[in-house]
């Protein structure tokens, strides 16, 4: 079966590891030679590890391991486990007393439906590494998926359950884009050419009916009835084009396009959207706005397919639950 998922890519092994609870996890993407790398971040509340040595200025040209992580600020710890793993294999920027493993990283906040479990840490890193493969990458609530859900104006016991989706897309050219995406969103995700709502904030804790968020933000002045920060959709494209630390940067920015046609609203204050973008490969004299551009329409498919691959978990409602399997399956593609 053809991969249709971002380990299509060379070089690019993916590992995920769960917490006893099943409640939250991490995704750790491996980059066997390491990778120029950009990032860019919209959202207005960040969990991020690393990212400034992606500074286009800075010294460093490579990375050579992204992790997604739950657990909130306290996830952070997680890159130390991925470092430790590298480390332990001579992967790393070289100096003259040993290797020094690049790794970067953010974070979604998964507290409140994983409040009586440990978030991850170093040692879950350590497994995400272990598990790395360049099979398919599994999707729905796996690695940091499991603790992701969407659609938080009312609160939690109102969301529904997010999850993490893969996606890679081929042109004639021979440029392929693929995309990894962990949806934990304040806002609804929605079909773009519908319009539908996929999942979201429902209108009571039993109900089987949408809200629609941007419509009731319409009548209000303030957010309430949800723990600020309790969000972030975190994206990673990667491309097999040959491109450096300031073009990527740029291609990360366009790449937010596929999450602000897919979820809605997006990138609000109490979101931390950050999406980092790799370059893998050496295709030459490809133009970063063609990158970009399929890049957005990469991550908004994952998007989807994260919602659709997600199960109900921590009593929370899944998309496939509240449509017809045959309608489900349809959409995500399979």
């Known amino acids: 079966m053809e991969n249709t998922t971002l380990t299509a890519l060379d070089g690019i ?7 006893n609870t099943g409640l939250s996890g991490c995704t750790v993407i491996l980059l066997d030679q390491g990778a120029p790398a950009g990032v860019d971040i919209r959202g207005g509340a960040p969990g991020t590890y690393g990212t400034e040595g992606l500074n286009p200025i800075h010294l460093v ?16 710890t997680v890159g130390d486990g991925v470092r430790r793993y590298l480390k332990s294999r001579n992967v790393g920027f070289q100096t003259e007393y040993g ?9 979604i906040f998964d507290l409140g439906i994983n409040q009586h479990g440990d978030p991850p840490d170093a ?21 940091a998926g499991c603790g992701a859900t969407v659609g938080k104006l009312l609160g939690l016991d109102h969301a529904m359950k997010g999850g993490l989706g893969s996606c890679c897309m081929r042109n004639p050219s ?43 933000l319409e009548d209000r002045l303030r957010l309430r009835g949800f723990s600020s920060g309790q969000n972030t959709v975190l994206g990673v494209v990667a491309i097999n084009a040959a491109l450096n630390k300031t ?4 291609v990360a920015q366009m790449a937010h396009d596929g999450l ?40 908004e498919t994952a998007v989807v397919r994260a919602v659709w691959a997600a199960t109900s978990r921590g009593g929370l409602p899944a998309a496939r639950d509240l449509c017809p399997p045959d309608q489900a399956r349809d959409r995500s593609g399979s």
């Open 174 to 216: 021979g440029l392929l884009v693929g995309s990894l995406v962990v949806v934990n969103p304040f806002g609804d995700v929605v079909d773009r050419r519908s319009g539908r709502i996929l999942a979201g904030c429902r209108t009571a804790p039993e109900s089987r009916d949408f809200l629609d968020s941007q419509q009731a």
């Open 123 to 143: 040692d879950l890193g350590i497994r995400a590494c272990e598990a790395a493969t360049t099979a398919p990458v599994e999707e729905g609530c796996v690695g």
């Open 61 to 76: 040209d490579r990375v050579h391991a992204v992790f997604l992580t739950g657990g909130s600020a306290f996830g952070l």
């Open 260 to 299: 602000a046609r897919s979820i809605v609203p997006c990138h609000t204050q109490v979101d931390g959207d950050t999406v980092f973008a790799l370059s893998c490969g050496h295709l030459q004299g490809v133009d970063v706005s063609i990158v970009g551009s399929l890049a957005a329409q990469c991550l």
């Open 247 to 250: 073009e990527l940067t740029k």
């Open 99 to 107: 290797v020094v493993p690049i790794v970067c990283g953010a974070v």
């Open 13 to 19: 092994r993916v590992g995920h590891a769960e917490t």
